[in-house]
């Protein structure tokens, strides 16, 4: 079945150094759309790509969907402990009907 | 103004017992869900239902049964708790349903079986 890795599972940082997390799926997807969730808290929607090749920011977050829509990628630039928490990517599955959640990264800031 | 709202936030409980978990929505969204996180944090689907209708079902155990009294609530039944129904369980919702729908989380429910 249709799955979507996320690399790495953990991701210790320095305050002030850059983060990236790699989102890999065995098909192709219609869209990525992105979550992160805070320690002991619950998923927040960040973003969806839609386009292949589609790079998209937020801030010191840039988000980039792949041009064969099988891959994604989150990078943040600079961490500030305020970015700690567990990114999530979310695809389409096979069917096209629901969204299958990547492993997550978690991510660490060390202030 | 909480969007998606979960009772109760913890469960604490015994094996074979059953419980229920309750989820509402003001966001005037048309479909809601059940996932389930476990210690590792991996989320995965239980049910989706739109408009009060199932329209997803993930080889969930029978002992979980969802509820939909209208498109703002959708409650879970668990029977015959076992220890391996320790998660946190989180309800959502989305306008309407569709892999391209922002979803919009509730706190979760931290499920704990003794």
């Known amino acids: 079945g249709q799955q979507v890795m996320q690399i790495p599972q953990y991701q210790h940082v320095q305050e002030g150094e850059d983060f990236t997390t790699y989102c890999n799926s065995s098909?192709?997807?219609?869209?990525i759309q992105w979550y992160k969730q805070r320690p002991g808290g619950h998923p927040v929607f960040l973003i969806q790509?839609?386009?292949?090749?589609e790079v998209k920011k937020q801030k010191r977050l840039t988000f980039q969907f792949g041009e064969a829509k099988k891959n994604s990628s989150l990078h943040i630039t600079a961490t500030q402990t305020t970015d700690v928490g567990t990114y999530f990517c979310?695809?389409?599955?096979?069917?096209?009907?629901?969204?299958?959640f990547g492993g997550g990264t978690r991510l660490m800031v060390k202030p | 103004d909480t969007a998606v709202s979960q009772t109760p936030k913890y469960l604490v409980t015994q094996m074979g017992n059953d419980k229920s978990i309750k989820c509402e929505q003001n966001?005037?969204?048309?479909?809601m869900y059940w996932y389930k996180q476990d210690s590792k944090k991996f989320l995965k689907i239980m049910f989706s239902?739109?408009?009060?209708?199932?329209?997803i079902n993930e080889t969930v155990p029978n002992r979980f049964s969802p509820k939909s009294p209208d498109k703002a609530h959708l409650n879970l039944h668990i029977n015959s708790l076992e220890l391996g129904d320790s998660a946190v369980y989180f309800c959502?919702?989305?306008?309407?349903?569709?892999?391209?729908?922002?979803?919009?989380f509730g706190d979760g429910t931290r499920l704990s079986i003794l």
């Open positions: 959502a919702s989305s306008q309407v349903p569709g892999v391209d729908q922002p979803q919009h």
């Open positions: 098909t192709t997807l219609s869209n």
């Open positions: 790509l839609v386009k292949s090749g």
């Open positions: 979310a695809g389409d599955n096979n069917a096209g009907n629901m969204l299958t």
């Open positions: 966001l005037g969204h048309d479909t």
């Open positions: 239902y739109n408009n009060k209708e199932l329209i």
